[in-house]
């Protein structure tokens, strides 16, 4: 899977070098490359944004440079997943995890200020090759998207088969198919600061402790 990040921060991306992510790039499962916005600007200040159209606070970004960036990324690629970030996109989750982990490029346009000139979504969704994607990751506004990327990517590389060395862990963790939350785990010691590790995982009783494991991850869903 090749992923890239397109950004005026481009140093954002730096954690993707540490643990299993970092892993899975040098064991080659994942290309990921971060390029700098501003390399496709023209102007002495390399400017990325202006004014809005209809006046109102704040910048927005300007769309050449995004279309130089986006295109230097799509040429002679088969299909590409264009993720736009922004507070005002469909909500990720883990199902969109899942989709995005079989893709084969995935290109993450992170937008500061304002967002992102409208036209440039628009534009790209008229190309057959790219698939637009305008993503938000909560109901919650920073300050850009690259945070946002990272979080999207992290959910999605851990996804990607022989990312993660026990596969099974992907099957019973929260927001798996049941859309259920996990339940409480424990490990030694048995007691701890008074607490004590509930008796049925204690007792050897595998069918006792699926069932007290069921009941506690319904719980949980329906509280939280
Ligand atoms: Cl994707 N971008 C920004 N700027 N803020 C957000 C977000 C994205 N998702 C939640 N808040």
């Known amino acids: 899977m090749k992923l890239t990040a397109i950004s005026i921060f481009p140093e954002y991306f730096a954690p993707l070098e540490l643990s299993l992510i970092g892993k899975a790039r040098s064991q080659g499962l994942v290309n990921f490359s971060s390029i700098n916005l501003r390399d496709f600007t023209y102007d002495n200040h390399h400017t990325v944004d202006d004014t809005p159209y209809g006046g109102g606070a704040g ?37 969109f995890a ?42 919650f506004v920073l300050n850009g998207g690259e945070v946002a990327a990272l979080v999207m990517i992290e959910a999605i590389v851990r996804l990607i088969p022989g990312v993660i060395g026990n596969p099974e862990s992907l099957l019973e963790e929260s927001h798996n198919e049941m859309g259920e939350v996990e339940y409480p785990t424990f490990t030694k010691p048995a007691t701890w600061r008074g607490l004590s590790v509930p ?26």
């Open 98 to 139: 899942q989709t995005f982990a079989t893709s084969e490029h995935i290109i993450f346009a992170c937008g500061r200020y304002e967002g992102i000139d409208a036209r440039v979504a628009e534009h790209y969704r008229s190309i057959p090759s790219v698939r637009v994607h305008e993503i938000s990751i909560g109901d």
């Open 59 to 95: 910048m927005v970004m300007k769309p050449e440079p995004w279309g130089e960036a986006i295109d230097s990324q799509i040429q002679g690629q088969n299909v590409v997943d264009l993720v736009i970030l922004t507070p005002a996109g469909t909500k990720f989750n883990q199902r």
């Open 199 to 224: 008796d049925v995982l204690l007792s050897g009783n595998h069918g006792e402790i699926a069932r007290w494991r069921s009941e506690e991850a319904q719980r949980r869903s329906q509280s939280r």
